[in-house]
């Protein structure tokens, strides 16, 4: 079965609002974290990662948290854009069982302008 | 610098065909691993390649192959194909060791299975 999944298929957000994108996971070997956006037609794209000794790591507009004590991560969009509709998803990676990624089903994010 | 290319980007095959399909990874890159991505679901690992031999699996049949050229580039092999064989599949280079951040994927393969 899936060891990592994301709590909610879809998110429908207003242009501008903050999201946030949620992802469990089941597996505590996992040690390094990453979410993608794929979009219709493309293969997916890498957005932030975490590894396990940290908690928090801010990119551009993106924020990704990582709490080991419930296995939970989230993604969280500032300011979302239309062109930030899309898939995301949550993978896990055990780094010292190789560079395999585990990835979640996924969230649509829908962004109404 | 290039991206990860793959082809063809669409395949349709009748059931007990085989298929294969080809990933040209982006320059510099060494490993190449493949995913299954079905209809709605994430990517799932199918197996990665690099210096030319296999090096790791995910939870799939023998009937499911490939190889690693010397110039990096790979191909996928699925013989004896089975409708449920339906999906996209993605090729991701990368430098060995290197996962996440280090991952380029291309834009898949949508297999068809009749």
């Known amino acids: 079965g899936e060891s990592v999944g994301l709590h909610l298929p879809t998110l429908s957000v207003q242009e501008g609002d903050n999201s946030i994108i949620n992802c469990a996971y089941s597996?505590?070997?996992?040690?390094?974290f990453i979410w993608y956006k794929q979009e219709s037609g493309k293969g997916p794209q890498f957005i932030i990662d975490?590894?396990?000794?940290?908690d928090k790591r801010q990119g551009q507009r993106v924020t990704v948290l990582l709490n080991k004590t419930v296995k939970h991560l989230s993604l969280q969009i500032a300011a979302t854009q239309p062109g930030d509709s899309a898939v995301y998803f949550c993978?896990?990676?055990?780094?010292?069982?190789?560079?395999?990624?585990?990835f979640g089903k996924g969230t649509t994010l829908s962004v109404s302008s | 610098e290039t991206g990860v290319t793959q082809s063809p980007t669409h395949l349709i095959k009748t059931r007990g065909q085989q298929v294969t399909l080809r990933c040209s990874s982006q320059?510099?890159?060494?490993?190449v691993s493949w995913y299954q991505q079905a209809l709605g679901q994430g990517p799932q690992f199918i197996f990665q390649?690099?210096?030319?031999?296999?090096?790791g699996r995910g939870n799939f049949p023998p009937r499911f192959s490939g190889l690693q050229f010397p110039n990096y580039s790979s191909e996928l092999n699925v013989n004896a194909l089975e409708l449920d064989d339906s999906a996209l599949y993605l090729c991701?280079?990368?430098?060995?060791?290197?996962?996440?951040?280090?991952?380029?994927f291309g834009s898949g393969t949508r297999l068809t299975v009749v």
């Open positions: 991701a280079s990368s430098l060995a060791g290197r996962a996440g951040y280090g991952y380029t």
């Open positions: 597996n505590s070997a996992s040690d390094y």
């Open positions: 975490i590894r396990s000794n940290m």
């Open positions: 993978a896990e990676n055990i780094s010292q069982a190789g560079t395999a990624l585990i």
């Open positions: 320059s510099g890159h060494n490993t």
């Open positions: 390649y690099y210096r030319e031999e296999e090096n």
